[in-house]
């Protein structure tokens, strides 16, 4: 390997933390980890410069085989979720087309990729130009939402995670950004346990939330549609 | 009747500065009236803007707790679209409320009991007051930016659009379109970098003031939820928890309600504009327990753990933060000793 191109992988590198690689650079970070322990190496020391930089709790990097292990198989798990039940095509019962319409939006797994380390800004769906004079901006779905869906609805992982997973031969390495501070490993909350469980967080969230500030009503509407039990007084 | 309590209280500061100036012997009453014109004169820009958006939200807060009102409204984010019908109702001093969803599932919330003067801190630090926090204060001005956009029509009525911008990374900002008659918002868009929205709240109908009938409270769905409003914590002083500590907040967060149920302890912090909950109990199954983060719209929901005297508790914070900032909280919260 020239000493150009190891030059360019530290600036993709580079640009992957402030999260700002593109699909491409991402991919041949991933090619070249094994072939080029200075690029593991630097991904390590940035993430520990990031971590140490917002206070967190020390992270065992000792083990990032095992944590990025943990990662894809979230991935790979995830997918099964979104792709269409061809059963249900078959049966075609109109409950199985409200499934898959994407209506039911429920909890999103965000597998945090590409968050920035040095706490930077979110990847959020765009709902609309937010407008800054007063004539409203119309709506657009955006594109990881709508094209994901799974059908409890679902927003699955935002699209470098599957990307990273169906790449022949990729080898799994920590130099996949994710913000481990806080976890060992990413579960899959798409399971309606969770599911449930988190909307009841929300209703309780909403609750409160309408109490103190917040204007209002507005908590309670982002409810979900998951079917929770009635909440009663506490 | 805004213009009424907005000169009422510049009239009320003026004659504040009356009473303290050393010439009080001349103050006759020409000389009153000229000094009260004077004050009435519009203030520096920005000053004007500050005070101006300050009563437009403080109005929304009131007018959100104290009018009578019903009507339907949509709540939107991604490819979601849910609409709602509200109904709130003031009686003997009491708010009264219904919020039903029409579409999907049923879901419906009654809540009851809280008294229309209740201020929270986080109402109170809507309505522009200095709220203390750890030896200091914070204020709504501190944290965030405010700018009249304009005028807009929404749900037929006329209305006002303020922005509000974050002043740093660790909040959302805010577009919203309130009502100039009744003072309601009528509008609400979640931005993000003031440039996307990533939920929006807007009244398609509204009808205020004047009785509504009670039958207009009752429950229209089989399934619904009674809520307390007499839980809410009353009073603008924020709330403090023997058992847990935040020991990173982003500025002008303070802790307004503490609260426990059997399964543990439920925490909400907010600056007056944003909430967020987290929730904290030990974990007694490790095999339901979970890890990660989810997002809906503008809510975040991060689920991690926290160990305690080496018993492991389940931490999970809910609210409309942006990620990042909900990892640095869950991150440095810890069992206070």
Redesign the interface.
């Known amino acids: 390997m020239t000493s150009n191109s190891s030059d360019q992988l530290f600036e993709s590198l580079s640009a992957m933390v402030d999260n700002e690689a593109n699909e491409l650079e991402v991919r041949r970070i991933l090619k070249n980890l094994d072939s080029n322990p200075e690029l593991m190496e630097r991904w390590r020391r940035y993430h520990l410069i990031g971590s140490a930089l917002r206070k967190e709790r020390s992270v065992h990097v000792s083990s990032p085989g095992k944590l990025v292990e943990s990662v894809a198989l979230y991935i790979d798990s995830a997918p099964s979720q979104a792709r269409p039940d061809s059963r249900s095509q078959q049966s075609g019962s109109w409950r199985d087309l409200l499934g898959k319409s994407a209506v039911a939006a429920s909890f999103a797994a965000t597998l945090v990729l590409g968050f920035n380390f040095m706490g930077g800004r979110d990847s959020d769906p765009v709902l609309t130009a937010a407008a800054p004079t007063p004539a409203p901006a119309p709506m657009n779905s955006p594109v990881v939402a709508s094209a994901l869906h799974t059908p409890v609805g679902f927003e699955v992982p935002v699209p470098e995670a599957r990307t990273v997973s169906t790449l022949p031969g990729a080898t799994l390495s920590p130099t996949i950004p994710v913000s481990v501070q806080a976890f060992s490993q990413m579960d899959d909350i798409t399971d309606p346990a969770t599911q449930q469980l988190l909307n009841k967080l929300l209703i309780e969230h909403a609750e409160r939330a309408s109490a103190h500030g917040s204007l209002g009503i507005m908590p309670f509407a982002r409810v979900s549609r998951m079917n929770a039990e009635p909440v009663s007084a506490r | 009747m805004c213009r009424l309590r907005w000169f009422a209280k510049l009239r009320g500061l003026g004659a504040q500065k009356l009473a303290k100036s050393p010439g009080g012997k001349i103050l006759t009453p020409p000389f009153f009236f000229i000094l009260l014109t004077a004050l009435s004169a519009p203030l520096r820009a920005d000053e004007a803007m500050l005070t101006s958006v300050d009563a437009l939200l403080e109005r929304?807060?009131r007018a959100?707790?104290e009018s009578n009102y019903q009507g339907r409204?949509t709540?939107?984010?991604?490819?979601?679209l849910?609409t709602?019908e509200?109904v709130?109702i003031v009686k003997d001093g009491v708010e009264y409320?219904r919020?039903t969803?029409l579409n999907?599932?049923e879901?419906e919330?009654l809540?009851n009991g809280?008294r229309h003067d209740c201020i929270?801190?986080?109402?109170a630090?809507?309505r522009g007051s200095l709220v203390p926090q750890m030896g200091g204060t914070v204020s709504l001005a501190q944290n965030y930016h405010f700018?009249i956009?304009?005028?807009?029509r929404i749900a037929g009525r006329d209305?006002e659009?303020v922005?509000v911008v974050p002043k740093d990374?660790f909040r959302y900002?805010m577009?919203?379109?309130v009502d100039r008659v009744s003072g309601l918002?009528l509008?609400?868009?979640t931005?993000?970098?003031?440039?996307?929205?990533?939920?929006?709240?807007?009244f398609i109908e509204l009808e205020v003031g004047g009785p509504i009938a009670e039958t207009e409270l009752t429950p229209v769905a089989q399934?619904?939820?009674?809520?307390?409003?007499a839980?809410?914590p009353c009073g603008s002083q924020p709330a403090s928890s023997p058992h847990w500590r935040a020991a990173?907040l982003p500025p002008g967060f303070v802790l307004?309600?503490v609260?426990n149920?059997e399964r543990g302890d439920?925490l909400?912090y907010?600056?007056?504009?944003?909430?967020?909950?987290i929730?904290v109990e030990p974990i007694r199954n490790p095999a339901?327990y979970?890890?990660?983060?989810?997002?809906?719209?503008?809510?975040v929901?991060?689920?991690?753990?926290l160990a305690v005297r080496g018993a492991p508790y389940s931490v999970?914070l809910?609210?409309?933060v942006?990620?990042?900032t909900a990892?640095?909280v869950?991150?440095?919260f810890s069992g206070a000793n």
């Open positions: 929304a807060s959100l707790q409204f709540y939107e984010f991604g490819s979601t849910e709602l509200i709130h409320e919020i969803h999907g599932p879901r919330f809540r809280r929270s801190a986080g109402s630090l809507l700018y956009r304009g005028r807009d209305a659009v922005q990374e900002g577009t919203l379109a918002p509008m609400s868009l931005t993000v970098s003031n440039k996307n929205a990533i939920e929006r709240f807007q399934h619904h939820s009674r809520l307390d409003g839980r809410v990173w307004s309600q609260s149920d439920i909400t907010t600056d007056g504009i944003a909430s967020f909950t929730f339901n979970k890890q990660g983060v989810a997002r809906r719209g503008a809510t929901a991060l689920m991690s753990s999970v809910v609210g409309e942006p990620v990042t990892q640095q869950v991150s440095s």
